[in-house]
């Protein structure tokens, strides 16, 4: 019985380990591409025209972010039928795949097209996260959540920096190659060096008159602190997206259209490199503190540095304002992943995470018409004023989510007390 605790043991952090250098590829290989897709569009598809380019680059996050919405539900459940690292296999080998096709497309409505089926298939992020907590210890969640959202910061990092360069001087083409390379060395990584003991849920016989209904929202034992739960990584990822798609438009803005690939990888790296210290920092104090104590203080930093980047006269500034929100923003899915697996049925956290890629989708579809709309007719700056009025409104939800997740707790402690 001791040897098989032990093997217990090794095998999540095995896993973590792994997963997170899978992570860090992955990530690389995206931030290596799609970053730079405003310059794309001009340099490759002739699109000059700023406020053209903020169009289209929209209509390209809402297009990637709604099939994303669609189709990561799905995933959710067969990830509950049949395993998590099944669905991880699935997300990097079809990324590998589909990736490198971008970079060859002819014209701007087959680049949308492309990101539309990519994204369909993608979601490593998503499928990581629910594998960690699927097989990790309870009470080391926040840890191995905070880990991992390191690596998705690192391979950001790596991918700005690689990404720019290749760009620079070897061309799209080759960086898109580059993405699909390390998409399936994620691949393969998870697949010989990653163990998942999946056991598939025993199908309970429904009783005669019970049908079950098959178009409603799914029940989680605690629907309201889970929804209320879900609704933040909305509210994050609608608040980031205004300027995420955006950068290199700002850079252009500040400096020019000289070098703006390269200008954009160094911010973009910067940046990471706070998200990593964010991951790894914040991560390990989610397991120690209340969620409150540590994303209000990290949300009303955003607002200030988020406004800093808008109104930035120089590049320094503007990086320099980044890197400060990704050390803010960088760790606050940490303590929402804790927030909501404390009130997921275990059964049950495939379709719960699976849902958060979905709440996250819908938010970055509602920011990028609205980003599209500002840029139009009100300039760039104004994308990051938008941005700071996000990251406010989140903070009364973040009130009243952990008041919910504190009963449903408690609603779930009371029986075994009383016994």
Same mark, same amino acid.
């Given at each position: ?7 217990n043991?090794?095998s ?8 997170w250098i ?6 690389a ?8 897709? +405003?310059v794309? =569009? ?5 699109i000059?025209d700023?406020a053209m $380019?903020?169009? /289209?680059v929209?209509?390209?996050y809402?297009c ?5 919405c669609?189709?990561?539900p799905?995933?959710g459940m067969? *990830?509950?039928r049949y395993? $998590?690292?099944?669905?991880?296999? $699935?997300a990097s080998f079809?990324? &590998?795949v589909? =990736?490198p ?5 002819p ?5 949308i097209?492309?990101r539309?089926?990519?994204?369909c ?19 080391k ?18 991918g /700005?920096?690689?990404g720019?360069?290749?760009?620079? #001087?070897?061309?799209?083409t080759?960086? #898109?190659?580059?993405c ?5 060395t994620?691949g393969?990584? !998870?697949t010989?060096f990653v163990?998942?003991d999946?056991?598939?849920p025993?199908k ?13 929202l799914p029940q989680?034992?605690?629907?309201t602190a ?9 509210m994050?990822?609608?608040s ?5 798609a955006?950068l ?5 803005? !500040?400096?020019?259209k ?5 200008y954009?990888?160094y911010?973009s @790296?910067? &940046?990471?490199?706070?998200?990593v210290?964010?991951g ?29 980047q808008? #109104?930035? +006269? ?9 890197f400060?929100?990704?050390i ?6 940490p303590v929402?992943?804790s ?5 997921? +049925?275990?059964?049950? $956290?495939?379709?719960v995470?699976g849902l958060t890629?979905?709440?996250r @989708?819908?938010?970055m =579809? @509602?920011a ?6 500002i ?8 994308? /990051?004023? *938008? &941005? ?6 989140t903070?009364?939800?973040l009130?009243?989510? =952990? ?9 779930t402690?009371s029986?075994a007390?009383?016994?």
């Open positions: 019985m001791e040897s098989g605790n032990k093997q043991k090794i999540w952090k095995q896993n973590l380990l792994f997963v899978a992570q860090l590829l992955c990530l290989g995206f931030g290596s591409a799609l970053p730079f897709i +405003p794309f =569009m001009r340099v490759k598809l002739g000059e700023p $380019r903020g169009v /289209y929209s209509i390209f809402f990637s972010m709604a099939s994303f669609i189709c990561t799905l995933w067969l *990830a509950d395993g $998590r690292k099944l669905m991880l296999l $699935r079809c990324g &590998a589909f =990736m096709l971008m970079g060859l497309a014209n701007v409505g087959i680049l097209l492309l539309f089926i990519t994204s298939f993608s979601g490593t992020v998503n499928a990581a996260q629910t594998l960690i907590v699927s097989t990790t210890p309870a009470e969640h926040g840890f191995a959540l905070g880990l991992l959202s390191s690596a998705v910061w690192s391979g950001n990092m790596l /700005y920096l690689l720019g360069m290749i760009v620079h #001087f070897f061309g799209y080759t960086a #898109f190659l580059f699909g390379a390390m998409f399936l994620s393969l990584l !998870i010989f163990h998942e999946f056991v598939p025993v309970v016989p429904e009783l005669s008159g019970e049908r079950k209904k098959r178009f409603h989680f034992g605690f629907s889970i929804w209320v739960t879900l609704s933040l990584f909305f994050m990822a609608f980031r997206r205004f300027d995420e955006y290199a438009l700002q850079v252009e803005n !500040i400096a020019g000289i070098n703006t690939e390269l954009t990888s911010i @790296a910067a &940046a990471a490199a706070g998200g210290i964010a790894s920092l914040i991560g390990t104090l989610v397991d120690r503190f209340s969620p409150g104590k540590v994303a209000i203080p990290c949300l009303l930093l955003s607002i200030l540095f988020v406004l800093g808008g #109104f930035a +006269p120089s590049l320094f500034v503007l990086g320099a304002s980044r400060l929100a990704f803010t923003v960088g760790g606050l899915e929402f992943l927030m909501l697996s404390h009130v997921s +049925p275990q059964e049950k $956290r495939g379709q995470f890629a979905s709440f @989708a819908v938010g =579809m @509602a990028s018409p609205l980003g599209g709309a840029i139009f007719h009100l300039g760039i700056r104004c994308i /990051y004023v *938008a &941005a700071a009025v996000g990251f406010l409104l903070v009364p939800l009130l009243y989510a =952990m008041r919910l997740c504190k009963k449903a707790q408690e609603e402690l029986p007390t009383a016994s």
